[in-house]
């Protein structure tokens, strides 16, 4: 307690609960997403591939892999929004004041870093699963869920090939947490500056609407690398 305030924990591991459950819900449109990044050949629409998904698996189609994106999101977000929001709480001044936007961008990006290289081998089976049911039967894993999809890609590939595509996740997760958590509080920051904004739902849905506009901008380059690396067999070049 200091002032005779109480000093506010950040309660990182929240982060990653979040992120599993909104996994849930948008876990169809990362699935669409994938396949649209992997298509060969002329490219349909968004629309036209979920008719296909759906006339072909059904409703559960769209949730092929979810339990491989729970175990990412477990990992990846958790490690990120831990390792940022303790870092800036131990670097905060202690006059209350927010650290410098160079700064949170800089902890954000290491935060990211780090959690896109521990959330790597549940993010490549994610893709993997996800991708699958586009794939001509023969072709296909077949994974049954994320842990025996991670016990197959290590008996059969090795075990460094769950690292594959490892330094794109790290590069679109550092991008991705730049977007999501620095600008998020500093767009924040800015509004609550003004006289127009206080804080409230408005403010906070504002920020989170702009800062996630940011970060799928920058990250949208490397997450169709990083997803075209993963799906990739051992010795394949996709073009």
Not at 24 to 36: A, E, G, N, S, Y
Not at 53 to 78: C, D, E, F, P
Not at 150 to 166: C, F, K, S
Not at 200 to 215: D, E, F, K, P, Q
């Amino acid at each position: 307690m200091a002032d005779g305030k109480p000093v506010r924990v950040s309660q990182w591991y929240f982060g990653g609960l979040a992120s599993a459950g909104a996994a849930c819900i948008t876990h169809p449109l990362d699935l669409l997403k994938v396949q649209m990044q992997t298509q060969k050949g002329k490219n349909i629409s968004m629309f036209q591939l979920t008719q296909i998904v759906l006339k072909n698996q059904g409703i559960m189609g769209l949730y092929n892999g979810i339990s491989a994106s729970l175990l990412r999101q477990l990992t990846y977000s958790t490690a990120r929004f831990g390792i940022y929001e303790v870092s800036k709480q131990q670097l905060a001044p202690k006059d209350g004041s927010a650290i410098p936007f160079y700064m949170s961008a800089f902890l954000a990006g290491l935060g990211g870093f780090a959690g896109g290289f521990v959330g790597n081998p549940a993010d490549l089976v994610n893709v993997r699963m996800q991708n699958d049911v586009k794939l001509p039967p023969e072709q296909r894993r077949n994974y049954k869920n994320a842990i025996h999809g991670l016990y197959r890609v290590a008996a059969q590939e090795g075990i460094l090939r769950l690292w594959a595509g490892a330094s794109m996740t790290c590069s679109r997760a550092a991008l991705m947490t730049i977007g999501q958590l620095s600008f998020y509080d500093q767009i924040k920051s800015i509004l609550l500056a003004s006289p127009y904004f206080g804080d409230n739902v408005i403010t906070h849905v504002t920020s989170s609407l702009s800062a996630g506009a940011i970060a799928t901008t920058l990250t949208q380059p490397v997450d169709v690398l990083k997803t075209r690396a993963m799906n990739a067999k051992p010795g394949e070049v996709t073009k």
